[in-house]
């Protein structure tokens, strides 16, 4: 019997489908995400929600809101208040837990000026907190130069999270980091589980207990081992100690004239032999530039780290 030609869109078609649909599956697989609602928030996802709920809620409640505010925190092992500065943005919502972003910045020159930068940060930030719908918290530096001093760092900072979740609804699996300069030198030390800086929780080390971190200008030979400009054995060590790859979204100018760029690269060497993968969870970011940081750099930090969190 002679065959009739299958017409377009029969069986070729249906085939086409399902291997499309299995495509689309195993894509969806490859990608999921926990089940936190904020993450909706993030760039780029359409939807995100299943069967459950994996958010962990701080439920904190009374603080202020909206708009850039100023605060205190007293921090029982030092006997006395610390002021920080944070911005809520229009779009938060008691009801839903919302992620925080702190901030550290860089050498100020003296304890005064620590306060001044400290709210620059926050300022330079609050766009993006408004775009995106994150909190932001900027720590103070507490050293004689308006610099950062881990022994007081580390507490400081572990009473500003505390307060925010007291106040606040925040996400607790996503809180996330940043420093620049002097702060992203001290930040690679928080994040990577440094014996100089406190854990933020007692069971569990700081790199389980942050989503994700990005510096600018700041590199680990700045303070967790020697200045590397063509690597240094001891900086080898710094991330192959902490627990966890968390992502880490690092940038540095080209023509940076304080810390120059060869250590960040030296950085990306020992973040990829470490196991961390670029474009997954390290990005070095170059800029034509010297010692400063982007204003395009936050909204890229969020595309980058928006969908990290502590959990599996």
Known sequence: ????PEKPGGLDRVRAIFLMACGLLWLVQATALPDVPSLNQCPDIIFNSGYQNDSQPSN???GPLPGSLTAQVFV???GTSFTYYLHIPASYQPNTATPLIVLWHGTAGDPASAQSYAQSMRDFWQPAADQYG?????QVATGASGSWLPGSAGPILQALINDMEQDYN??????????????GHLMHALMLDHPALIRMDTNRPNSRFFA????SAGVLGGFTCPHPPAGHPDCDAVPLA????MRLYQSHGSSDPIV????AQSDRVDFLNAGWQEGQNYWLDTFPGGHTVLASYPAAYWQKLCTATTLP
């Open 1 to 4: 019997m002679a065959q009739t």
């Open 60 to 62: 904190g409640f009374g």
């Open 76 to 78: 029982p092992a030092f």
């Open 134 to 138: 994150f909190i932001v918290a900027a």
């Open 170 to 183: 925040i996400e607790t699996t996503r809180i996330y980091g940043y420093g620049f300069s002097a702060g």
């Open 212 to 215: 994700a971190y990005g510096v």
């Open 242 to 245: 902490a627990a966890r790859q």
């Open 260 to 263: 120059p760029l060869a250590y």
